[in-house]
T-cell receptor, first 113, second 113 residues
């Protein structure tokens, strides 16, 4: 069965510090991995995706994520957090053999000034 | 290009009523999927339509149904509303390929009283 786990409901980080939002997945076949961000009263916005190739993926707003096949993880990172990064972050996976996306429960990121 | 449009933005209904939500995908996108978002549950997949056919279905009761029209617009219907159906309902579209990202609408906030 396909699934995504985001083990932290809430992550707090000081402005200027590096941030990490964790994601692990389970999928049959090769994974297509995605990160989305949701601001209050808005839909989800795409940040980045991993399909194949380089394990380090760079995306919008200075975010990046590292695909680790052995640990089945796809953690989201940013070297220096901004207050404006405060939002809800969702990890999602889709198998290369299927059409359905599976989302994690989301991690609320708060960047403290 | 216009984004994904969902109407209405807000909806208040009472238990036992039925409701219809509408989604217009990005022009040229043939896949439309629906998600229910509630606090603590993340995004729960409802169903996906591709070229007017339901391609995938999540684990929701039969009270939840949908359809897609020839112009790719989609509607979602919930009959015999329950208090627990209160949620943000998100629609997303893609061209249809499995490695493509989802484009989300802003959602319809449904409140059942």
């Amino acid at each position: 069965a396909q699934s995504v786990a985001q083990p932290e409901d809430q992550v707090n980080v000081a402005e200027g510090n590096p941030l990490t939002v964790k994601c692990t997945y389970s999928v049959s076949g090769n994974p297509y991995l995605f990160w989305y961000v949701q601001y209050p009263n808005r839909g989800l916005q795409f940040l980045l995706k991993y399909i194949t190739g380089d394990n380090l993926v760079k995306g919008s707003y200075g975010f990046e994520a590292e695909f680790n096949k052995s640990q089945t993880s796809f953690h989201l990172k940013k070297p220096s957090a901004l207050v404006s990064d405060s939002a809800l972050y969702f990890c999602a996976v889709r198998a290369d053999t299927g059409n359905q996306f599976y989302f994690g429960t989301g991690t609320s990121l708060t960047v403290i000034p | 290009k216009a984004g994904v449009t969902q109407t209405p933005r807000y909806l208040i209904k009472t238990r036992g009523q039925q409701v219809t939500l509408s989604c217009s995908p990005i022009s040229g996108h043939r896949s439309v999927s629906w998600y229910q978002q509630t606090p603590g549950q993340g995004l729960q997949f409802l169903f996906e339509y591709f070229s007017e056919t339901q391609r995938n279905k999540g684990n929701f009761p039969g009270r939840f149904s949908g359809r897609q029209f020839s112009n790719s617009r989609s509607e979602m219907n919930v009959s015999t509303l329950e208090l627990g159906d209160s949620a943000l309902y998100l629609c997303a579209s893609t061209p249809g390929d499995s490695n493509e990202k989802l484009f989300f609408g802003s959602g319809t906030q449904l409140s059942v009283l």
